[in-house]
């Protein structure tokens, strides 16, 4: 026998008679399992967007452009308006050691010109690796209207979203979220977003990645329209990103927050937990936070909630602490039964 195999022997020997020994008491030195929490809390980039950009000198040069000039001018010279203290590549790692949090949303914007740049979106993966960061989603903008009336300009906008379905899949995430802008009558507008959408999704299933659509402004804001999408594309890879704080369809008709969020969760497989503005208790004021997570909670959903403080009276770091803390009460308060307001 071997000196390593004699080591060995005697080790295994040694934990052996150590249970005998203990008997029935050793399940007192067994570690406790760590419940999973009710639900995973995640940062959306966009919550830095003034730290990534660089509030004074963007705003001054964003100015004046068309938002086909701010994508062309992110994919080719990114510096001229990335001009924060925030490099984007660091986002993981900023998540983790600025708010403890664990898992993260990127948004395309900052990336636009990487998306197969697979050296790039490798080291990006790797610092998130590093961080101890989970990549979540990729937030997708900029790319043209799935739901575009013209078919020629529908299958070039399907066809720009397939980079973000690689890069997704590059970076180990689940799901990119998309926007289902669409013109025409309201079931024209269900057909065209549905077909476009159906035919990302065919697409985004090569590599095991969730197509996810956010109530974002115009019809997609109404939930009755966006379900009637879902319903009508009926395909498994398709679901929504429930944001609480977009049920703005038009300047004069608003979606109720929380029936709008209680009509998208079903198809829900991420969350945006949408931060405004908070009172001198810390609470959230624009909505209630409480209501709006017992409405997610008892859909049934259990998989990331996304924090995106959009708020212009804190600071960004300010409002997602903010958020982070209010999110952990509920999770904390839902976990052990408690009742919430309501």
């Avoid at 295994?12 to 020994?21: D, E, P």
């Avoid at 001018?73 to 203290?85: D, H, I, M, Q, V």
């Avoid at 600025?98 to 949303?105: D, L, R």
């Avoid at 004069?252 to 991420?270: F, I, N, T």
Wanted: glycine share 8%; charged share 20%; hydrophobic share 35%.
């Amino acid at each position: 026998m071997s000196y390593q195999s004699r080591r060995e022997f005697i080790k295994h020997l040694a934990f052996a008679s150590a249970a005998v020994s203990l008997g029935g008491c050793h399940s007192v030195f067994q570690p406790t399992p760590t419940p999973k929490p009710l639900f995973d809390i995640s940062l959306a980039q966009w919550s830095l967007h003034r730290t990534l950009f660089g509030a004074k000198t963007s705003a001054e040069r964003l100015r004046g452009l068309s938002g086909p000039q701010v994508a062309d001018t992110l994919r080719n010279n990114p510096k001229y308006l990335l001009r924060g203290s925030l490099d984007p590549m660091d986002f993981p790692a900023y998540a983790k050691s600025q708010f403890g949090i664990s898992a993260v949303e990127y948004v395309n914007t900052f990336y636009l010109g990487k998306a197969r740049d697979t050296k790039y979106l490798s080291e990006l993966k790797l610092r998130a690796y590093d961080a101890g960061v989970k990549n979540v989603l990729i937030m997708c903008d900029l790319e043209g209207d799935l739901g575009h009336p013209d078919k020629k300009e529908r299958i070039t906008a399907v066809k720009n979203h397939y980079q973000w379905v690689e890069a997704a899949a590059l970076l180990g995430c689940h799901a990119i979220r998309v926007n289902a802008k669409s013109a025409g009558t309201w079931q024209e507008q269900v057909d065209l977003a549905a077909e476009g959408l159906s035919q990302l999704a065919d697409y985004a299933a090569r590599y095991d990645i969730n197509v996810l659509v956010e109530n974002h402004g115009g019809l997609s804001s109404n939930p009755k329209w966006l379900t009637s999408v879902m319903k009508t594309a009926n395909h498994k890879r398709l679901g929504t990103l429930p944001d609480f704080g977009n049920f703005r369809i038009s300047e004069s008709e608003h979606y109720d927050y929380y029936q709008g969020v209680k009509e998208l969760m079903p198809y829900a497989r991420a969350v945006s937990a949408k931060s405004i503005d908070f009172n001198a208790k810390g609470e959230h004021s624009t909505f209630d936070y409480d209501r709006m997570m017992r409405i997610v909670i008892e859909s049934g959903y259990r998989g990331f909630v996304g924090i995106e403080y959009e708020g212009e009276h804190l600071s960004e770091q300010q409002g997602i602490e903010y958020t982070l803390a209010q999110l952990q009460h509920i999770r904390e308060q839902l976990s052990q039964g408690s009742t919430l307001s309501i």
